[in-house]
């Protein structure tokens, strides 16, 4: 007899007190399939905002987050809950990438980079697979595991910047109600403060005639999203140049993959550690056919480990509900047509904060882990790295082969931290 995918928690109605209901687990239905809508509600804020900052198709990127979900479940053979939303690691390489004029087709140069940093971050999946995790410990420790997610965030600033100036008004009403709906509301509400804010920058915006509406009247409210295909580093060999503001990010997905099933493991069950390897090669897959076809890179989402933690439900049958939901929006033109007509100000407005946010999961990744600051060789590790990032160094060798400081300060950080703390030891002078 086949046993269920799923068994019923309980009586599929209620979670008691000290309980949680395990991947394996799922509540009655109905119950599932509303948990599943909230966890599209929770990934939506921050997954259609890297489209609209990266000129992406917002269609083709939550299609594609929705595939990668599913694709996720499946490799990891239902033991991990998670989301697959769009990565805020690629947005910067993608917008140099888009704004490049070295390469003939600068959205396939920056599909490319997706595509090339999916097939890495899958070998990587697959060496934990074989090896374990205790390698990337070594490689990053906290001190440099901060420092670039912490550079990622703050590299953004001028984005939200420039965005923030195109209509000043409507990014400070978005921007406030960003931040006094994280603090009003409790449970989903409160989770969803990006969502709730774009909502109400948006209705400002509307209000001010800042809101076209012509591209929606006419899209179709069923069609295939818009694919896009890599631009071919052979026919175009500028898109070698850009590959390496890529590459960087392979370290930060490999993080917050990590973080994800470890956080999920404390919460649920020890040996979901296990799947770690195929979270990282479920992740690398799933960004590789995104990127292929058109779509951003995707990463585990931590404002979906939120919802878990409030409902107590874990169950792996909410996220296909989800991705299936995130497919089906994908299919809709109008949806994205929809999406499209959010202007620049109420992404500025959002933006500022939460690539703020961004930049201080790096700090609360020193905090958590105790970073001792007082020792020269994180202080110099997350300095240097830090500067380098929010400066935006840029070097240029060879064909127009560029790092910038996403690039410089993730090498700045990794090669600091081993060299000082090599040299500290072998004279003993930590």
């Keep these: 007899m086949r046993m269920p995918l799923w068994t019923v928690h309980g009586d599929g109605k209620t979670v008691a007190p000290g309980e949680v209901v395990a991947p394996g687990e799922r509540l009655s239905w109905p119950r599932t399939i509303g948990l599943g809508a909230q966890h599209v509600v929770a990934m939506f804020g921050a997954t259609f905002l890297v489209p609209l900052l990266t000129g992406f198709p917002p269609e083709t990127t939550i299609f594609f987050s929705g595939i990668g979900t599913l694709l996720f479940l499946l490799i990891t053979k239902n033991r991990v809950p998670s989301y697959l939303g769009s990565s805020f690691a690629f947005i910067a390489p993608i917008t140099a990438a888009t704004a490049s004029k070295a390469a003939a087709d600068p959205m396939g140069a920056a599909l490319f980079g997706i595509v090339a940093v999916g097939v890495l971050l899958a070998l990587v999946g697959l060496l934990v697979q074989i090896t374990g995790t205790r390698w990337i410990d070594a490689l990053m420790p906290p001190v440099v595991a901060g420092a670039i997610v912490a550079l990622i965030g703050f590299n953004l600033a001028p984005v939200a910047k420039t965005n923030f100036t195109a209509a000043p008004i409507t990014a400070l009403v978005t921007l406030a109600a960003v931040i006094v709906a994280s603090v ?219 790092f910038n400081g996403i690039a410089l300060g993730t090498i700045a950080a990794i090669v600091i931290y081993h060299v000082m703390n090599g040299i500290a030891k072998a004279r003993g002078t930590d």
């Excluded at 989800?322 to 202007?343: C, D, E, Q, R, Y």
């Design 184 to 402: 009003l509301f409790r449970g989903i509400l409160g989770r969803i403060s990006i969502l709730l804010g774009v909502a109400i920058g948006y209705v400002a915006a509307v209000l001010q005639g800042e809101v076209s509406f012509g591209a929606l009247e006419s899209a179709a409210w069923i069609g295939l999203p818009t694919f896009h295909l890599p631009a071919n580093p052979i026919a175009d060999a500028a898109v070698w140049g850009l590959l390496p503001a890529f590459l960087p990010i392979v370290l930060v997905l490999v993080a917050e993959n990590v973080g994800h099933i470890r956080g999920v493991a404390q919460m649920t069950d020890a040996s979901v550690n296990r799947s770690t390897g195929r979270a990282l090669l479920s992740d690398g897959i799933a960004t590789t056919i995104a990127g292929f076809f058109g779509g951003s890179g995707t990463t585990t989402y931590g404002e979906n480990i939120g919802v878990m933690a409030a409902t107590r439900v874990y169950s792996t049958a909410t996220y296909w509900v989800a991705g299936i939901v995130a497919v089906l929006l994908g299919l809709s033109p109008k949806f994205g047509a929809l999406i499209n007509t959010i202007p620049a100000g109420v992404l500025g407005g959002v933006t500022t904060a939460l690539y703020g946010l961004i930049g201080v999961i790096g700090v609360k990744i020193w905090l958590d882990n105790k970073v001792d600051f007082s020792k020269p060789v994180n202080q110099f590790t997350a300095a240097t790295a830090l500067i380098i990032g929010i400066a935006d160094f840029t070097f240029t060798f060879g064909d127009g082969v560029t």
